[in-house]
């Protein structure tokens, strides 16, 4: 499977975003999916995560502002980002589990700033 991710920008402080991972293959069968981000001088942190039942595990800094999800029809991913703040300024990746393998995006690059 192969991953590619979009909707990165510049946006100002309290915007919202959404990007999308969309998947070569039927992610039916990926049972965990996952956004991460990695910012300058930074390692890359887990940001979202949701497997296949819908269940969601989200970043402390992120909740209540991002909103994880995915359509197996359209085999995407998606990541919504609601009152997005100058310290989330990364570049995200979009992740998959496939066979026990993990499957990583093109990082796509959003910068919140004023």
């Known amino acids: 499977v192969q991953l590619q991710a979009s909707g990165g920008g510049s946006v100002q402080p309290g915007r919202s975003l959404r990007l999308s991972c969309a998947a070569s293959t039927a992610i039916s069968g990926l049972n965990y999916m996952g956004w991460y981000r990695q910012a300058p001088g930074k390692q890359r942190e887990m940001v979202a995560s949701i497997i296949s039942s819908g269940r969601t595990n989200y970043a402390e800094s992120v909740k209540g502002r991002f909103t994880i999800s995915r359509d197996n029809a359209k085999n995407t991913l998606y990541l919504q980002m609601d009152s997005l703040k100058p310290v989330d300024t990364a570049v995200y990746y979009c992740?998959?589990?496939?066979?026990?393998?993990?499957?990583w995006g093109q990082g796509t690059q959003l910068t919140v700033s004023s």
């Open positions: 992740n998959a589990i496939n066979n026990g393998y993990p499957v």
